[in-house]
């Protein structure tokens, strides 16, 4: 069963700049991407890269240790040096509260 769990307020993350947050034990990068939040997991699948301290440009995030890019809107790999898609999780704005939906 999913629950909510309040990670973070809406003005702490600026458009285009991201945030590490954990929720029920997960690790997860937290995305301003024009004004819409997205959430993934922090945990890159190449070789455990931290996204959240990755470069975001548009809605593509580079992960800092060897350059795989993830679309943070989807959780699809773009290029580089995973070939897999990385986890996403919904999120939930409620007024200037982030909210995300972990199982
Ligand atoms: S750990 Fe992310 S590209 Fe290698």
């Known amino acids: 069963m999913s ?3 309040k990670v ?12 590490l947050v954990k929720a029920k ?3 997860i ?6 004004g819409s939040f997205y959430a993934i997991s922090n945990v ?7 996204l ?4 975001l440009y548009g809605k593509i995030v580079t992960c800092p240790w060897h350059g795989a890019q993830f679309d943070v809107t ?10 897999k898609p990385v986890t996403t999780y ?8 982030i909210f995300i939906e972990i199982n």
């Open 44 to 50: 890159c699948p190449h070789s455990t890269g931290p």
């Open 74 to 83: 989807t959780g699809q790999y773009c290029g580089g040096q995973a070939v």
């Open 25 to 27: 034990g997960h690790e």
């Open 52 to 55: 959240a301290e990755g470069r």
């Open 3 to 5: 629950e909510r769990v």
């Open 8 to 19: 973070a307020q809406t003005d702490q993350i600026p458009p285009g700049k991201s945030r």
């Open 29 to 34: 990068a937290l995305f301003n991407v024009d």
């Open 90 to 97: 919904p999120v939930h704005i409620e007024g200037c509260s």
